[in-house]
């Protein structure tokens, strides 16, 4: 470098002496003024040069020092002096300096790979697959878990809300332990660009399947299940998916998107989330529209579920027709259509502050065939209901959020996890055809969240679910005229819910995560629920209670954890 600048020096000195003598000549007077001002600028320039030149030159031995010592990844952190605060000349004197800060940074980048096709360098996700020009990330986590409860309630991870016994029973009168690593979960994402459309392909399963009867009795197999599989297509402000997911009845964080992370599914670490809280995972398909950064909204169908469990009493001359709803071990229910769901969503930035609302509503239908008294054939009835969610949270300051949801419907119970049922099967007054009639299911939550540092995590939730009765007598019953049937009414069992509570306590705790190699976490949930009849025979307990705690650890893959600061549990 410094022969270039003696270069420069040899080239610019002949000029000025030049100019000087001139200057001094008498038949030049009238020039002296600008051959002075040329030379004092040429000067300049000349010393602004050789400064840009000299920076330059420590910057590239620096670079090539850096580059030795074998560490990219430090270099791409380090600001250069034309990008931090040390005082470089004014770049805008040179036109050298912005295609040099462009070589700068693009050498201070980690390390990519190139695309074939455009020629330009694309940084794969940690712990992702490179596939042409699709990306295939891996997943999940792998978890070890231990459940107390106060009662027999035969669940497994999964809390039977609807089923929590009576202390006037056996399995009301002792406690049960689990251990298990079945909510061990796996999952795979590709993405990709095709023709300006984004694509998405997703796949998440764990293993909380239909176990075996005898599942824990030796080695135990616990079964491999499919929880969401499903593709997303975006296009301008268009979207479309298809596959299994979340039900839009579930209340989002965000937007309306489908992964995990985009929901307020509670810190909870049963796989029933709360009581509360109405989901489901079906198949669907449905249509997104983004007209701005604030607004979503959209329509879809998912797959429905004439639901009647073992809550309703049917009427005695038409008790075949049970087989047509899923009493709780019939997948194959007559069902009439797919539900339809809508769902608008808000989201806006206050002071730095998130908030979120969003409004769902819902269809849905059922159907059954009986052959009336006195005819030769079938008569099908149908019935439609419908309802309605509302749900929002806000940020009260950075890292503590306070989120709330309602729903109420007409033969919503199929997005209550199986605590209800969906409708009864009403007799005519003459007691030869039936009918079908809704039952309304409500419920709502509301709950706190508050990420205490970049390693522990608290929330608190309180949720309830309600159910309408539906009960009339039983012209069908001739030996016992006057019967009660259908659901909630005098005489029905203890097992017809009107109200089921909960209170919930999380801690998570994260003691590392490393971005190459996961996060190892803990967690604790404790949960005090209440479950109400409607109907309480003489002597019988009015309610059920349950306590319960789940607490364990889990080790998290590198490419979930980094999802742990904005939702600190694995998605």
Known sequence: MKTICLLFAF?????????????QAPDSSANNPDLVAEVKALREALQQTQKQVAAQQHEIETLKTQSKAGSPSSAGNRLSPTEGETSTPD????PLLPAYTHAVASIQQQPTQQNRETGKSEESPLGSIKLGDAVLTLGGFVDF????????????????????????????RVTELRTTAQFSRLNVKVTDRFHGNDITGYIEGDFGGNDAPGVYQSVNPHTNR????????????????????????????????PLPSDLAITYNEDQNLGVGVPYTRAAEFRVAYHPNEHWAMGVGIENSNQYIGGYVALPAHFTAIGTQFDNGANPGAANLMPDILSKVAYDQEFSGRHFHAEVTGLFTGAQGSVMPVGSTSFQ????????????ANYELRPKLLLLGNTFWSDGGAHYLVATGPQLVVRPNPA??????????????????EWIASEKEAFAAYFGADYFGRNFFPDTTNTTQPGTM??????????????AIQQVTFDWLQTFWKNPKYGALQSYVQYSYL??????????????????????????????????????????
């Open 226 to 257: 499919l929880r969401l599989y499903f593709v997303t297509m975006k296009r301008g402000k268009w979207e479309f998916l298809a596959g299994q997911t979340w039900s839009w009845i579930t209340p989002n964080r965000t937007g309306l998107g």
């Open 431 to 448: 007691g030869t055809d039936v009918g079908l009639s809704m039952v309304h299911a409500g419920a709502g939550s509301a709950g706190i």
């Open 145 to 172: 878990e231990n459940i107390f409860r106060t009662t027999n309630t035969q669940s497994n991870i999964a809390t039977s809300f609807g089923a929590i016994p009576y202390n006037n029973t056996a399995q009301g």
């Open 530 to 571: 209440t479950r109400a009849p409607w109907f309480v025979a003489p002597g019988a307990p009015k309610n059920a209670h349950l306590s319960m705690v789940y607490f364990g650890f889990r080790y998290v893959l590198p490419s979930t954890s980094g999802t742990l600061l904005r939702v600190p549990y694995p998605n």
């Open 485 to 498: 049937i259908g659901y909630g009414g005098p005489g029905s069992p203890n097992t017809n819910n009107r």
């Open 11 to 23: 080239l610019l000195w002949p000029g000025a002496m030049l100019a000087q003598a001139g200057a």
């Open 91 to 94: 770049s805008a004197s040179s």
């Open 380 to 391: 099908t009835h149908k019935t439609f209901g419908g309802g309605g969610q509302i749900a």
